[in-house]
């Protein structure tokens, strides 16, 4: 097994094992970057050129209506926070997963395509009208919005695949990032030892904070618009983790939950840089 002894980022040698798991593969070690910050896994041999082709990061059989439903949450808020931005533009989705969010886009956009390297998928999309193909060069570009949700992380040269969006922008373009953040209260705030042993997965190649998520951006050449922090999980979600140890708080202990203390919630730890996402905003 190669392992990496030097920083993707900055390339600095001078790094430290972070506390926790990989929780599919105990022999991986995660690693911080002492210099700027970005954490990655000790190696990422076992991410080999069709891992993602060959279903081999979800389950089989594969059910679309099933993924469908586990994204609906997270596909119904981004398309709450970028409707407007998406009203009759034409909108790439990288790494779309089922096609949920453009689904939803479809209704507002002039255009809407994805990339998805998920080969199962391929009579699910014909089904559902999407134009998905599973190339980046096979899309029609110029994009006037490309996102990339939660899909960064998964890739061996992050850079590389943000220069190659990059060209695939509009001049007047955006590229929205999401990806989650390596400073997720469980982990920083409340050092909560079961999540730091279920967090962490071998197909989470990085975690990103603010700093490392721009700096990666600016070496593709991109320009930031804005990076800010997103509270995917809610309160009752954290206090399940430190009460029961266990995932899933948000569904079991949702009634301690509103839209008023989320709303809080989110900023008190956005305050701190420890929420558990990052969303970043790019232009060529």
């Avoid at 002492?34 to 089989?60: K, N, P, Q, W």
């Avoid at 439903?69 to 119904?76: P, Y």
């Avoid at 919630?265 to 305050?271: G, P």
Wanted: hydrophobic share 40%; proline share 3%; glycine share 6%.
């Amino acid at each position: 097994m190669a392992e990496n002894r030097r920083c993707y980022l900055c390339e600095n040698q001078a790094l430290r094992k972070r506390k926790g798991a990989v929780r599919d593969n105990p022999a991986l070690d995660i690693l911080e970057c002492l210099s700027c910050g970005l954490v990655f896994l000790s190696s990422f041999d076992h991410i080999d050129g069709r891992y993602y082709h060959e279903a081999r990061m979800h389950e089989t059989p594969l059910d679309a209506d099933a993924w469908l439903k586990v994204t609906m949450r997270d596909d119904d808020r981004r398309f709450a926070a970028l409707k407007r931005s998406l009203e009759n533009k034409s909108v790439l989705d990288f790494g779309c997963g089922a096609g949920g969010f453009l689904m939803k886009a479809r209704a507002v956009s002039s255009r809407v395509a994805g990339v998805e390297l998920e080969e199962r998928l391929k009579g699910h999309f014909k089904e559902v009208s999407l134009d998905v193909c599973s190339c980046l060069e096979d899309t029609a570009s110029p994009f006037d919005v490309i996102t990339l949700f939660h899909v960064l992380e998964h890739l061996k040269d992050p850079i590389g695949l943000l220069s190659k969006l990059k060209d695939k922008l509009a001049d007047n373009g955006r590229l929205i990032i999401e990806v989650p953040s390596a400073n997720d209260a469980l982990l920083t705030l409340y050092e909560n030892e079961a999540f730091s042993r279920f967090t962490y997965w071998s197909c989470h190649l990085f975690l990103f904070t603010d700093a490392t998520l721009l700096a990666a951006a600016q070496k593709a050449g991109l320009k930031p618009q804005e990076v800010r922090q997103t509270q995917r999980y809610p309160l009752s979600n954290h206090l399940y983790w430190l009460a029961k140890g266990k995932p899933g708080g948000h569904d079991v202990w949702g009634h301690l939950d509103s839209e008023e203390l989320g709303e809080n919630y989110e900023k008190q730890l956005a305050s701190a840089g420890m929420c558990d996402t990052i969303t970043g905003i790019f232009s060529k």
